[in-house]
């Protein structure tokens, strides 16, 4: 087995607000294997984007610092290294493509410039280096008339495009790992196809990892080798693709099936929707973090965490019904791809 | 840009024209005249009439007045003898200009790094002193400000000269007394504009990037950050203009501000006039500029004005 290229071990990540402290992420472990593409998945504020970022240090500190665990880079501890250290490894090692590009572009400053800047002082980068390997990159990542484009602002060029500038500055300066917070969110679905597409293409071509972070399971379905589905802070359920779609062995990720619509089945006129709200991260409860919404809850949900449960093959799940002595259950998710003929 | 130039010189020219006429009718409207509080008889009176216009309808009047406005040319003053609006302006103009350039050097600078220093060091104590500091600065009125100036420079500490304009060291006291309230303002606005670049998306970007501390400051967050500064800048300089009349009479400085309130209280008709179409065509080119200056800034108005 290689070593993983990113390795979180057991990682707790909490804001300090004036209302308390906000746990957001509490004891997640995944690993990302060179070459591979990993998913994260889950709804909002359930910890993913917040675990994401802490590979670069990206979140505020403070108010945000690490409760415990830890998370290694190449073998290297993060939260060990130094502001200058982290700045190296910012844009070279790993590459951050967020979310929404009309936002997060400088509105005042040329595409060219902000791709550029990822070489801005690297030791070893000429400008002119610079200028090339950014006009080459966004000719990669399908930008047209790159000289022209170079020079314009952010708000001269549509969502896609803009999205395709975020990923040729992640991509530019070489990174070994590429983190993704819903690439595609803000983009509607033909735009999304190609980006997916782009990133995978990219991927192939320059060996790169990629974790994606997305609610959207057809995402993960398109892209990804492995899934983590976090709920609450924790990771719930994990496991190869196939496993988590066909062999899913938690109540939340058969609800998150359940909840996509589909058009060819006779589910079409009915969107399952999981009932209640997402605990509070304020004081998030002692047991599993989805027992109040889960319809299988037993009184242990409530009361204690559930062990993560090893189901071979790399498929794991922390939910008290894989214990030996628990009930047999068929899940259901009357929609979902595995239970669909 | 060049369409969009000229646009904008027709609407400055048009606003100068509104301006004349409104402040022409006003100032006929006021009661009395240039004469009534002289001791003269009659006949002279007549005659300062008839020398002055006055005799014509008041329509003839204005027309005259605008065909002359048209060439330059601003009249002669009725109190001063022998004294041309434009000489006066000619030579009082140099002494507020300086002032309050002066004023608005020390106001947009200071305030500019004052606003910066506090946001990137929010809840510091340095952020309190400037806090403060800004506090003081919009509370208390330039009046109140000269005064205290002079007291405690000028008279308690002997550092500066308290009255008069003849060399740097004359200028402080009085530039100072008239931007304070301007630096205060604008390092509030700078500090809150700062606040609310830090925490948009594109800072991290930057971060993620790999940019520097300083470099995600300087390029990322003052050049978004200062754009409502720019805004602001065309009013600013009219009311640091418009300042100088108390500071200037507080210093003793033989500015503009002098003459323009006296010849309001004698009902010097054309020395009114002249100074606020000055004032006016000063005020109107200054945010003239300033919205050129906002356009090359700010790359998204340039597109939608082309």
């Known amino acids: 087995m290689p070593e993983p290229i990113l390795d979180v071990q057991d990682l707790s990540y909490s804001f300090k607000t004036y209302g308390g402290e906000v746990e957001a992420v509490r004891g997640v472990s995944f690993n990302v294997f060179p070459g591979e593409v990993v998913g994260i998945v889950g709804e909002s504020g359930c910890g993913k984007s917040v675990s994401a970022q802490c590979a670069l240090r990206l979140n505020p500190e403070p108010p945000g610092f690490r409760k415990g665990g830890r998370l290694l880079y190449k073998g290297e501890d993060v939260f060990g290294k130094t502001e200058r250290e982290m700045r190296d490894m910012r844009g070279t090692e790993i590459g951050f493509v967020f979310q929404d590009p009309m936002t997060y572009l400088n509105p005042t400053m040329k595409i060219g410039a902000q791709v550029e800047e990822v070489f801005v002082g690297r030791p070893g980068v000429s400008r002119k280096d610079a200028k090339r390997r950014s006009a080459e990159m966004l000719r990669l990542v399908g930008i047209s008339d790159v000289e022209r484009r170079s020079n314009q602002y952010p708000h001269e060029l549509s969502g896609g495009m803009k999205q395709r500038v975020m990923i040729a500055m992640a991509l530019v300066g070489g990174p070994s790992l590429i983190i993704a917070d819903e690439p595609t969110t803000s983009l509607d679905v033909t735009i999304e196809a190609q980006i997916l597409e782009l990133l995978d293409g990219l991927r192939k071509k320059l060996g790169t990892s990629i974790v994606i972070i997305t609610h959207d399971l057809g995402v993960i379905a398109k892209m990804c080798d492995r899934v983590y589905v976090m709920y609450g802070g924790k990771v719930v359920e994990s496991g190869p693709v196939e496993d988590i779609f066909y062999r899913t062995a938690h109540p939340y990720t058969a609800g998150l099936l359940g909840s996509i619509a589909r058009l060819e089945t006779e589910c079409a006129d009915e969107l399952k929707a999981i009932e209640g709200t997402p605990p509070d991260l304020f004081s998030p409860p002692p047991g599993c973090p989805f027992a109040a919404r889960c319809d299988y809850a037993m009184r242990v949900c409530y009361e204690r965490p559930a062990p993560g449960y090893d189901l071979g093959g790399g498929h794991a799940s922390s939910c008290w019904l894989r214990h030996e002595y628990a009930a047999p259950v068929e899940l259901r998710s009357p929609c979902a791809p595995g239970t669909v003929a | ?306």
């Open chain 2, 1 to 306: 840009m060049g369409r969009y130039i000229a646009k904008r010189i027709v609407i400055s020219l048009a606003t100068l024209f509104v301006l004349v006429t409104v402040v022409f009718a006003l100032v006929r409207l006021m009661p009395g005249d240039p004469f009534s509080s002289e001791k003269i008889t009659p006949q002279i009176r007549q005659n300062l009439e008839r020398y002055y216009g006055f005799d014509k309808p008041i329509l003839q009047q204005y027309v005259i007045y605008i065909g002359q406005l048209a060439k330059g040319d601003l009249g002669y003053s009725m109190k001063y003898a022998n004294a041309t609006v434009n000489d006066i302006i000619a030579k009082a103009f140099p002494y507020s200009a300086d002032l309050g350039l002066r004023a608005l050097a020390i106001a947009v600078s200071v305030g500019l790094t004052l606003g910066i220093v506090s946001a990137l060091n929010r809840k510091k104590p340095i952020d309190a002193v400037c806090v403060v500091v800004a506090m003081i600065g919009t509370s208390i009125p330039d009046f109140i400000m000269g005064y205290v100036l002079q007291y405690f420079f000028g008279i308690r500490w002997g550092l500066l000269p308290i009255a008069q304009y003849k060399g740097f060291a004359y200028t402080v006291l009085p530039s100072i007394g008239l931007g304070f309230y301007t630096l205060a303002l604008v390092s509030r606005l700078m500090r809150s504009s700062m606040l609310e670049v830090v925490q948009q998306d594109y800072i991290k970007t930057a971060m993620a990037k790999g940019a520097s501390r300083f470099r995600i400051v300087w390029k990322h967050m003052i050049r978004n950050a200062i754009l409502p500064i720019v805004t602001i800048l065309g009013p600013i300089t009219a009311s640091v203009l418009t300042g100088t009349f108390v500071i200037e009479s507080i210093f003793a400085i033989p500015g503009m501000g002098k003459f323009y309130v006296t010849s309001v209280q004698s009902l010097d008709y054309t020395l009114v006039l002249g100074m606020t179409v000055f004032f006016g065509a000063f005020l109107v080119s200054a945010n003239f500029i300033v919205d050129i200056l906002y356009g090359i800034i700010d790359p998204r108005i340039r597109v939608s004005r082309r």
